[in-house]
């Protein structure tokens, strides 16, 4: 039972980034209905946990809710407790900086590379090595004093985080690794897929990302005890399911059987997905690099990007208007186009937050601009992108 592909917004709108729903959803979500299998509990949950857990290659995957109750459950099961430290990419969606936040932890927020925009590794080591010290049997803060417990790196828009140095040292210092990959599922590092390179990985499922259930997340690992304890926590932590006693406070996470049919139904097209996506970036790549003042989006030697949100860099002087003022143009001609975040060091949210040695993360703030770049996206569409930021370069 196929249904067509999800129809473009009126008016000739071109999206940033909708939803490709056109496989098995339809049919699975009526399956759940028709069986009335519809709450936490039922096959599509394990069927879509074993999936994402194979994409990545790991022993488990745990569904839940969103992403960000990943990060906040990812976080316990590190062991992260009231008052330590954990570091974290400041270039990034405020979700993991938050969830450090939700179980009592302070960030420690670190700087962008300059060619992949995505956390710095060097610094990162840097920071580890000579902003903390060894004492009392923990890695302290030389700064705030505090123990730090982990390292949270966030894989923006598609692309890997160097993880190498970052994983090397953790372990050297006896850190955990939580690797937030909601952004980038399906992309590798080093022929390794991203979400299998630390002690657990974070996934969304929300509706913007590459595969949605609607609002959804995951907790993949490989550790056999962490996975149990994940399903533990998600689920009130019940010790007793007829009794209904609890071992301790728990939370209530669990995603429903109806939205992992649903999650279950993108899964299978992954491949397909995966194929539009670096089409679509392919062609951007060639057809604005010749474009002067536009920086097309990288791709390192040793990374496979899942090229979820294509991104560029535009040069204010060179191609003759900032990144906003092409935004606001773009959108005056029916394109939608979108900065990124604003960096956790200067968000209100996060205020007193250490940044460390951050000197690139505000000017990739200043200049990105993320193109439309939906997995339906029609050649015609983006060929419409391309010409109009041609023609904008032109009118200065
Ligand atoms: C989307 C996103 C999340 C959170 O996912 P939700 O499912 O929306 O809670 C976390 N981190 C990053 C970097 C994201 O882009």
Redesign the pocket.
């Known amino acids: 039972m196929q249904s067509e592909p999800a129809s473009l917004p009126p008016d000739g709108i071109i999206p940033l980034s909708v939803p490709f729903i056109a496989g098995n959803e339809w049919a699975y979500v009526k399956n759940c209905l028709d069986t009335t299998w519809v709450s936490s509990l039922g096959i599509y949950v394990n069927r879509f946990e074993r999936m994402v857990a194979d994409i990545v290659g790991t022993k488990h995957g745990v569904a839940v809710v969103?992403?960000?109750?990943a990060?906040q459950i990812a976080l316990l099961l590190a062991g992260v407790e009231p008052d330590d430290e954990v570091v974290v990419s400041t270039l990034?969606?405020i979700?993991?900086v938050n969830a450090i936040r939700y179980v009592g932890a302070w960030p420690v927020l670190m700087d962008a590379d300059p060619i992949y925009w995505q956390m710095d590794a060097a610094k990162t080591v840097d920071f580890l090595e000579r902003g903390c010290s060894w004492r009392d049997g923990a890695l302290r803060n030389r700064t705030s004093g505090r123990r730090v417990r982990a390292v949270l790196p966030?894989h923006?828009l598609g692309h890997p985080v160097d993880m190498d140095p970052i994983t090397e040292a953790a372990s050297r210092f006896g850190l955990s690794v939580i690797e937030?990959a909601?952004?980038s599922l399906g992309a590798r590092y080093k022929e390794r897929p991203v979400g299998q390179l630390g002690d657990a990985a974070c996934l969304?499922?929300?509706g913007n990302?590459l595969f949605t259930t609607g609002?959804?997340?995951m907790i993949v690992t490989d550790h056999n005890d962490w996975a149990t304890r994940a399903a533990y926590l998600t689920a009130q932590a019940k010790d007793d399911p007829v009794e209904y006693e609890h071992g301790e406070i728990g939370y209530n996470l669990r995603l429903t059987n109806v939205l992992a049919a649903i999650g279950c139904a993108q899964i299978e097209q992954s491949k397909e997905f995966l194929a539009a996506k670096r089409r679509i970036a392919q062609r951007y790549n060639e057809a604005l690099s010749d474009i002067p003042g536009i920086t097309p989006m990288a791709e390192a030697a040793w990374a496979s990007s899942a090229w979820w949100m294509y991104t560029v860099l535009v040069d204010a002087v060179i191609y003759g208007s900032d990144s906003r003022s092409l935004l606001r143009q773009m959108s005056e001609s029916g394109v939608q186009c979108r900065p990124l975040w604003q960096p956790m060091h200067r968000s209100k949210a996060h205020v007193g937050a250490q940044a460390y040695r951050i000197e690139i993360a505000d000017q990739l703030h200043a200049r990105a601009l993320s193109l439309p770049c939906s997995v339906g996206l029609s050649e015609e569409d983006q060929g419409r992108v391309i010409t109009l930021l041609r023609e904008y370069a032109k009118a200065r």
């Open positions: 969103n992403g960000t109750a990060l990034t969606f979700a993991p966030v923006v937030d909601t952004e969304s499922f929300n990302k609002g959804g997340g």
